[in-house]
């Protein structure tokens, strides 16, 4: 979930306690998104501490914090060092288990962006030196003791499945951590997961080749997270419109209904026999394959050519 801060449609106060006690009554676990606000109102704990009111099992503090454009501010290192520091203090006044994520780290390509994802690492240094000699001085705070979030968007498995920008990222991280790549998921959480569809090789205007590029990445996503034992939150649950754009890279629609597995055919046109444990399960839609996945289901041997034919 997002905090106000987020979005003019993301809770806040009394809404947000709602909200959150509504999923965790299902059962689940919520990983909440506090992004920066306003720099003028960066430290400004009133929304630190009504965020930390809704208790969230986890709580990511910021996000895109090293990203400049039209629509994102970025974060000097030296105050998102204050403004973290604040948060985790917020948080845990509330709920001490709670987990504390390291704002996210911009969606890059490992192949192709190597500086850029060195300089995420620089960024990452600085703060660590600003919270060591600044916000608390002569402190021994880390970022690779810490949990950092990372968002990933690329179209990984298409146009093959040796595309697998995921796969690269956490190669990159887990070097950057000093650490095995099967240790990466105490250090790294996927916050954000999806495929792309626009500027970035897959034809935005053909409705099959987004639609095989979407199912590709969702899964191949889902089972290299897995692999590593790294969390993953797909992003998002529905379709949206932003910028005066159509985002169909939900597993739901814009109206919160289910989606086929191929979304430009109709319900049922493609379907997977999931293996879980000694039982079969029949998925049509995509939220049923992300829990069946989620839940260590294992895939038919034919899953590939279903979906892309």
């Known amino acids: 979930m997002g905090y106000i801060t987020c979005g003019a449609g993301d809770p806040a106060g ?72 604040l948060c985790e203090k917020a948080i845990h006044a509330v709920n001490p288990s709670a987990v504390i994520v390291l704002g996210s780290l911009d969606p890059h390509i490992a192949r192709y962006d190597v500086q850029l994802l060195l300089s995420e690492a620089h960024y990452l240094d600085a703060m660590q030196q600003a919270m060591n000699t600044q916000v608390h001085r002569g402190g021994h705070w880390t970022w690779r003791s810490q949990i950092v979030g990372l968002i990933n968007s690329w179209h990984d498995g298409y146009p093959s499945l040796s595309v697998d920008n995921l796969r690269d990222l956490f190669q990159f991280w887990a070097f950057e951590f000093h650490i095995d790549q099967n240790q990466l998921g105490d250090h790294l959480w996927v916050v954000e997961d999806t495929g792309c569809f626009k500027g970035c090789g897959v034809n ?106």
């Open 14 to 85: 009394d809404a947000l306690k709602d909200a959150i006690h509504a999923y965790r009554s299902h059962g689940m676990h919520v990983l909440l998104t506090i992004c920066q606000p306003q720099p003028s109102h960066l430290l400004d704990a009133r929304y630190l501490n009504d965020a930390a009111q809704g208790g969230a099992d986890a709580v990511q503090c910021g996000n895109e914090e090293m990203k400049s454009g039209p629509f994102n501010i970025y974060i000097p290192p030296q105050q998102f060092a204050a403004f973290y520091s």
């Open 204 to 309: 935005a205007n053909d409705r099959q080749q987004v639609a095989i590029a979407h199912i590709l990445a969702l899964i191949v996503d889902v089972q290299t997270a897995r692999a590593n034992h790294v969390p993953l939150f797909f992003f998002s649950a529905r379709d949206f419109f932003a910028s005066g754009v159509y985002w169909p890279i939900g597993i739901l629609n814009n109206a919160g209904q289910a989606k086929p597995l191929r979304q430009d055919l109709p319900m049922g046109s493609r379907s997977l026999i999931m293996t879980c444990g000694n039982l079969k399960t029949k998925v049509i839609n995509q939220e049923q394959l992300l829990a069946s996945m989620y839940q260590g289901c294992r895939l038919p041997d034919n899953w590939y050519a279903t979906l892309v034919h």
